[in-house]
C-alpha cells in the first residue's frame, strides 16, 4: 500500500506533522495516498486536507496539454475509448507494411503533399523508429544480437574502450519526454 510507505517513511523521519503539500501527477492512486494521509493524520490530531494539499505536477499538465495539442492537428490519433493506443502498439506488432497504421495516411499524403509535407516526414520517421525498437525488443534473442551487433560495430571505432553497448528504449505515451529520449538514444547508438 502507498499510502501506508509514505506514513512509514514519515513516521521514520519524524515528518509527520510537517506535510504542507505532496506534489503528484494526476493517476487516481494518488487521489486515494493523499486521502488516506488525510485520514492518519487526522487519527493523530494532525491538520492535513487532501484536497489542499495536492500539488499537480505542472511537467505532467503541459505534456497532457501539447499531447491534446497534437491530437488537435493530426500529429498523433487519439486515443480509442477502449482503452487501446494507436501511439504505442504491443510489442509483438507485426512491422510489415500491411500492418502500419501511418501506410494509409502517408499515401493520401503523398495525394495531398503540401499539407504537412516536413511533418509527415518526421512523424513517418518516428513511427519507423517505434517499429524498428519494438522488433528489436520483441524477443530475448533479438536483444542479444542487437547487443552483439552494436558492440561489434563499437569495437571497430577508435574509442572503443569509451563506449558501452546500449539497449533501444521505446517510448512511452503518459512519460513526457520518451519520444525525446527514445529519438536521443538511437541518435547516440547509430551516429557516435
Known amino acids: 500500500n502507498l499510502a501506508e510507505a509514505v506514513w512509514n517513511t514519515l513516521e521514520l523521519y519524524g515528518l509527520k ?6 506534489v503528484c501527477d494526476n493517476a487516481t492512486n494518488n487521489d486515494t495516498l493523499l486521502e488516506s494521509l488525510e485520514n492518519r493524520c487526522a487519527a493523530e490530531g494532525i491538520e492535513f486536507s487532501h484536497k489542499k494539499a495536492r500539488i499537480r505536477c505542472l511537467p505532467h499538465i503541459v505534456h497532457l496539454s501539447a499531447m491534446r495539442l497534437l491530437e488537435g492537428i493530426g500529429a498523433i490519433k487519439p486515443d480509442s475509448r477502449r482503452g487501446e493506443s ?17 501506410a494509409a495516411l502517408l ?16 512523424l513517418f520517421a518516428v513511427d519507423k523508429l517505434r517499429k524498428i ?16 551487433e552494436v558492440t ?3 569495437k571497430k ?12 528504449i521505446l517510448d512511452v505515451k503518459t512519460r513526457w519526454s520518451s519520444t525525446h529520449q527514445m529519438l536521443r ?3 547516440v547508438i547509430i551516429c557516435d
Not at 506533522?17 to 505532496?22: A, F, Q, S
Not at 494507436?86 to 501511418?102: C, G, H, K, L, W
Request: glycine fraction near 2%.
Open 17 to 22: 506533522d510537517r506535510i504542507m503539500g505532496v
Open 107 to 122: 499515401d493520401e499524403a503523398e495525394e495531398d503533399s503540401e499539407q504537412f509535407p516536413a511533418l509527415q516526414g518526421v
Open 86 to 102: 494507436a501511439y504505442q502498439d504491443s510489442v509483438t506488432a507485426p512491422i510489415d507494411r500491411e500492418y502500419d497504421d501511418n
Open 152 to 154: 561489434m560495430s563499437l
Open 133 to 148: 525498437v519494438r522488433s528489436v525488443r520483441s524477443s530475448l534473442q533479438r536483444r542479444k544480437a542487437w547487443l552483439a
Open 157 to 168: 571505432t577508435e574509442n572503443a574502450l569509451n563506449q558501452v553497448a546500449l539497449m533501444l
Open 185 to 187: 538514444k538511437y541518435s
